[in-house]
């Protein structure tokens, strides 16, 4: 073979080889990339999946105070007025929940006897009196006023009406005045469901409170429902209680703008004024360690004293027999009066 023709043989040789050397280069290149940034996926997932999650809680934390805000202007305007707003549910889901709170809130409206209300069936109950005032029992529920006599021997109101979500009984003497006065009030809420990396965050908003639950970690209160106790300048002292039902009409669900109609249905006030042996407990079925929290914020100060030695001269809300407030809350007013208020607000939401 001629020398030129061998050179020119090697040189493309050369060349070939040359060009799969760069193919392979580039490739191996790529790979290398390819994995480095798969590692730094790997690395990095965990920190935007919590940064994610951080971003879907706190907007599902501004609906609740939006809502707050709308539900309590809804509360406190005239009956069949409100508001309409708008949401941003795109990683939320609001809820309407059932039958959430059961509270039972008595008082005597009288000094001259103590009345009690008990042994409820369903179409029975019991009145005793101590001073034997009682004759009469008015039941008020969303059927209207209903008037039913009270057997003198026993104490027996015989009444075969449907008592359901809420009713006021109230006792009247012989002449006709009202002497006691007991309430049954079931109290329904909203619930915002988020989907979180470790399960589903909710916020219920039942009764002005807020409640809080991660699915890797226990309840938690940021609000309580709205009981005050203040010592008045005149004298005396007053507990205020008020509770907010939210009823809602059809489904809710998520939408990027969901919008809802906040309305009020209402205002009732069974008590305003100076009451005898109050008493109230209340039964919170979102989880069964929300009701002890409750009764343990509101006996705190009794349980102070307590420890202390000087629940002669305290002044506040204390339990009506067991300690922990199981079986109700009373007031402790070393002989001052009692002023109560009561208001029940009605509120309806729909889209």
Not at 205 to 211: E, K, P, T
Not at 267 to 282: A, D, H, M, W
Request: one cysteine or more.
């Amino acid at each position: 073979m001629p020398p030129a023709r061998q050179r020119r043989n090697v040189s493309q040789r050369r060349d070939e080889v040359a060009g799969v050397s760069e193919v392979l280069g580039v490739i191996m290149m790529l790979a290398m990339v390819v994995s480095i940034m798969g590692g730094v996926w790997v690395f990095l997932n965990p920190y935007i999946s919590d940064f994610e999650d951080n971003t879907n809680w706190n907007a599902a934390n501004g609906i609740a105070d939006r809502l707050e805000d709308r539900i309590d202007v809804a509360a406190d305007s005239p009956e069949g007025t409100g508001i309409r707003h708008k949401l941003g549910m795109r990683t939320s889901m609001l809820q309407g929940v059932s039958n959430l709170e059961l509270w039972s809130i008595s008082a005597d409206l009288t000094s001259a006897d103590i009345v009690n209300v008990h042994d409820y069936t369903g179409s029975t109950f019991t009145v005793s009196a101590v001073n034997s005032t009682a004759t009469k029992a008015v039941i008020y529920d969303e059927t209207g006023l209903n008037e039913f006599t009270i057997d003198t021997n026993s104490g027996l109101v015989t009444h075969n009406m449907q008592l359901t979500d809420w009713y006021v009984i109230t006792i009247l003497n012989d002449n006709e005045e009202p002497i006691h006065k007991t309430i049954k009030y079931t109290i329904s809420g909203l619930r915002i469901i988020t989907s979180l990396g470790n399960g589903e965050h909710e916020i219920y908003l039942v009764n002005n409170a807020r409640i809080e639950h991660f699915a890797d970690s226990a309840w938690e209160i940021s609000k309580f429902p709205r009981v005050e106790f203040d010592q008045l300048a005149t004298g005396g002292v007053r507990l205020s209680i008020i509770l907010t039902n939210i009823a809602v009409n059809g489904s809710l669900g998520s939408a990027n703008q969901l919008g809802i109609d906040i309305v009020s249905a209402g205002t009732i006030t069974p008590f305003s004024g100076l009451c005898y042996n109050v008493r109230y407990s209340l039964i919170n079925s979102v989880s069964a360690v929300i009701t002890p929290q409750y009764d343990e914020q509101w006996l705190s100060e009794y349980a102070l004293n307590r420890a202390s030695g000087t629940l002669d001269s305290y002044i506040g809300l204390a339990p009506f027999e067991r300690a922990s407030g199981a079986d109700g809350i009373t007031v402790s007013s070393v002989g001052q009066p009692v002023y109560f208020d009561l208001s029940i607000n009605e509120v309806v939401v729909e889209r």
